[in-house]
């Protein structure tokens, strides 16, 4: 049985934590976060995560190869997963083509591109709401807040055309209750 692998997106406040969450128990998946990812290889002080420390330290941004490398290992601590869901990688077509090829040498490739549709003034107001609660300074000021998405955008946008011309892409939409939200995500994956 091939594994079931998705990358989920959307922007800020978009709702991915959570239903991440829910697809991850649904399905059997494990969760591929780049960010703690990262942070777990620098922690283990493993050669990645030397790599990924050294040129953090130095404000520059880890390399794609050195992410993929990341991801690999964790693919491969997990050989019996039912599949897994992308959180944050890739948000490049570069990095979107590094792991299609990574993934089709296991023969493993994605089978979704799931993105979380929401109106900016829905995730601004969901945001200014988490950061009531959160204590993140960065869900509290509505310009920034307005920048992330517009930083989201910008990035994304190729990557939904560059999944839609593998027929991988689906909209869904990111407005109503969890419930309904998830419902319409378990109908994209068919």
């Given at each position: 049985?091939?594994?079931?692998?998705?990358?989920?997106?959307?922007?800020?406040?978009?709702?991915?934590?959570?239903?991440?969450?829910?697809?991850?128990?649904?399905?059997?998946?494990?969760?591929?976060?780049?960010?703690?990812?990262?942070?777990?290889?620098?922690?283990?002080?493993?050669?990645?995560?030397?790599?990924?420390?050294?040129?953090?330290?130095?404000?520059?941004?880890?390399?794609?190869?050195?992410?993929?490398?990341?991801?690999?290992?964790?693919?491969?601590?997990?050989?019996?997963?039912?599949?897994?869901?992308?959180?944050?990688?890739?948000?490049?077509?570069?990095?979107?083509?590094?792991?299609?090829?990574?993934?089709?040498?296991?023969?493993?490739?994605?089978?979704?591109?799931?993105?979380?549709?929401?109106?900016?003034?829905?995730?601004?107001?969901?945001?200014?709401?988490?950061?009531?609660?959160?204590?993140?300074?960065?869900?509290?000021?509505?310009?920034?807040?307005?920048?992330?998405?517009?930083?989201?955008?910008?990035?994304?946008a190729p990557l939904k055309?560059?999944?839609?011309?593998?027929?991988?892409?689906?909209?869904?939409?990111?407005?109503?209750?969890?419930?309904?939200?998830?419902?319409?995500?378990?109908?994209?994956?068919?």
């Open positions: 049985m091939s594994k079931l692998n998705i990358v989920l997106f959307g922007p800020p406040g978009a709702g991915k934590g959570t239903q991440s969450n829910f697809l991850i128990e649904r399905y059997g998946l494990v969760h591929l976060s780049t960010g703690d990812l990262l942070r777990a290889e620098i922690k283990a002080e493993s050669p990645l995560g030397k790599e990924a420390k050294e040129l953090m330290d130095q404000g520059e941004l880890v390399d794609d190869a050195i992410v993929i490398g990341m991801i690999r290992n964790k693919m491969e601590a997990h050989l019996d997963a039912k599949g897994f869901i992308f959180d944050g990688f890739p948000r490049t077509t570069p990095q979107a083509e590094a792991l299609d090829a990574m993934l089709e040498g296991k023969g493993e490739p994605i089978s979704h591109m799931l993105a979380l549709e929401v109106p900016e003034a829905e995730l601004v107001k969901r945001l200014i709401g988490r950061g009531a609660t959160s204590g993140r300074a960065d869900d509290k000021d509505e310009a920034i807040i307005k920048n992330r998405i517009r930083e989201y955008e910008n990035k994304t055309d560059y999944y839609r011309a593998q027929g991988k892409y689906t909209p869904v939409d990111g407005v109503g209750s969890m419930e309904e939200i998830t419902e319409r995500l378990v109908k994209a994956i068919g």
